[in-house]
């Protein structure tokens, strides 16, 4: 089952195997309340109550992806659709990061 922590613990093994930096943790729920339940993709609501793999349910996008050399930091992530991040793969990279502070 993945929960917060154990994507969370993912990702940052990710990061560090591609030498980018891991900051504070980057908790699903802490996310998708940050960013109002909205996908930043499409920009419609997201279903808090529907579970992977259901193409409407919550994923963490990384604006600039891990495998371009991107943090696994809460102000390179967005909340997203499962289907809507998909199907952005790993293209980004060219976003401005907003600075969260």
């Not at 963490?60 to 499962?82: E, F, T, Y």
């Amino acid at each position: 089952m993945w929960n917060d922590k154990r994507r969370d613990n993912y990702h940052r093994r990710r990061a560090q195997k591609k030498a980018t930096s891991t900051g504070d943790p980057v908790l699903l729920a802490d996310i998708a309340e940050r960013d109002g339940w909205r996908c930043h993709i499409c920009g419609k609501a997201v279903n808090s109550k529907l579970k992977w793999p259901h193409v409407k349910s919550a994923s963490l996008d990384h604006l600039v992806p891990l495998s371009k050399g991107g943090a696994h930091d809460p102000a390179n992530v967005r909340l997203a659709h499962l289907g809507c991040n998909s199907a952005k793969g790993n293209r980004g990279g060219g976003e401005q990061l907003l600075l969260i502070g």
